[in-house]
């Protein structure tokens, strides 16, 4: 390119030569990158992992110091407050097994040889994100009413975002390649 450069007479056709190789790569590029199997480096994964689970983890543990300071008995506390902080820590545990479950794919290249738990992961966010909105619907709600902007935030990073994320570990690593997998590596150890 740069050898045809040289042989533009003015700089308007240079320039205008110069924009029709830019696009030209531009193509070039995006045509090697499109797949169509949604699989992608994992310089790529961490920040998309980090970005799903990351905010529903901190909820997790933001309940779980809710609900040992709870625990700890400083004065009078009722026992809804009580049941809707573990309510919140049981339904935020996808957010750390989401965690834990991308970590291992990240650094082992697999998931786990439970089919059910990218499963769970899925089912269970879209679980989180309909008990956010059945609260918020019946006016109450950590995040507040349906009009609100923190509630939408919140839906968006306490359910959409681990259900994308756990999507795309099943779309990545479907459970049965990984039963596959097992049985030929059991046949393999025994033969």
Known sequence: MLAELHHYDSDGAALKWAIGCLIAALRERIASMVRGDLRISHWIAVPEMLLCFAPLTIGWL???RALGSMAG???FVSSGTVLSAA???VLATTGPVGSLAALRVLLL???SHARWLPKVLLFGSIINGLVLLATAARGG???GSLED???WCGLVLL???PALGAAHLIV???PSSLSTSSVSNSKTCSS
Do not use: E
């Open 87 to 89: 309510a919140a820590l």
């Open 172 to 174: 990545l690593y479907p």
């Open 73 to 75: 008995g400083a004065g």
């Open 141 to 143: 709600g950590a995040f």
């Open 159 to 161: 359910s959409a975002l």
């Open 62 to 64: 933001d309940a779980a």
């Open 109 to 111: 290249g697999r998931l």
């Open 149 to 151: 902007f923190d509630f």
